[in-house]
């Protein structure tokens, strides 16, 4: 198993930046694809990005190509998400999430999940 948790989560004005980070317990981690996921009030979860196990691919949903980017550092078990040009839209919980048969930006392959962040985009 592995745990998950995030954090860096807050609140911003439109445009601004924050870097979300998820630290994964355990020893395999370089054995989970990663992925951040976020779920709106009233809406479904959603994938926002997604990472290889090498990390030397990633993908990103379409709202939030140009804007976010995805890394992660297998040395220190963390999964990374820059969030920049942000936008009242990008509102939500945003979850961190491992695979070991995950597959790129499907929900229902993931295994783990964090307890969420909170990030909120003000106009």
């Known amino acids: 198993q592995v745990q998950l948790v995030e954090s860096g989560g807050g609140l911003v004005q439109a445009g601004g930046s924050l870097r979300l980070s998820c630290a994964a317990s355990g020893r395999t981690f370089s054995r989970y694809g990663m992925g951040w996921f976020r779920q709106a009030p009233g809406k479904e979860r959603e994938a926002v990005a997604a990472?290889?196990?090498?990390?030397?691919?990633?993908d990103y949903a379409d709202s939030v190509k140009g804007r976010f980017t995805i890394s992660r550092d297998n040395a220190k078990n963390t999964v990374d998400l820059q969030m920049n040009s942000l936008k009242p839209e990008d509102t939500a919980v945003y979850y961190c999430?491992?695979?070991?048969?995950?597959?790129?930006?499907?929900?229902?392959?993931?295994?783990?999940w964090g307890q969420g962040t909170q990030v909120t985009v003000s106009s």
């Open positions: 990472i290889s196990r090498s990390g030397g691919s990633t």
């Open positions: 999430a491992a695979g070991l048969s995950a597959v790129r930006l499907r929900v229902g392959t993931y295994d783990y």
